[in-house]
């Protein structure tokens, strides 16, 4: 099992910033990417921010220039860090990993696991 945990999120105003971490843990022998998504309501999950085990990061255009995501020096755990934050940036952020597992058998398993989501509302 991989578990992820989400920190930070919350109520700004509009051009503020906010930080949200996301830690793994569990049984992992390797993360592929991991990222974070948003979903507002009545609209479809859509992706904010993802890094790879190499380090490459991939944003929208809707937030490439606000957001940064990174990794923290803490293992397992990566960093958004979003600024000039907006009203249409309110949402539910969720955090996805995805990779390998050592199973209970000792073999590898693929998982691809999301947090609970902490929700970001941006209004004055």
């Known amino acids: 099992q991989v578990q992820l945990v989400e920190s930070g999120g919350g109520l700004v105003q509009p051009g503020g910033s906010l930080r949200l971490s996301c830690a793994a843990s569990?049984?992992?022998?390797?993360?592929?990417?991991m990222g974070w998504y948003r979903q507002a309501p009545g609209k479809q999950r859509e992706l904010v921010a993802v890094?790879?085990?190499?380090?490459?990061?991939n944003l929208p255009d809707s937030v490439k220039e606000r957001f940064t995501i990174s990794r923290a020096n803490v293992e397992n755990t990566v960093v958004l860090q979003m600024n000039s934050l907006k009203p249409e940036d309110t949402a539910v952020y969720y955090c996805?990993?995805?990779?390998?597992?050592?199973?209970?058998?000792?073999?590898?398993?693929?998982?691809?696991?999301w947090g609970q989501g902490t929700q970001v509302t941006v209004s004055s």
């Open positions: 890094i790879t085990s190499d380090g490459s990061t």
């Open positions: 996805n990993a995805n990779g390998h597992l050592i199973s209970g058998s000792g073999s590898l398993k693929e998982y691809d696991t």
């Open positions: 569990g049984n992992i022998f390797s993360i592929n990417a």
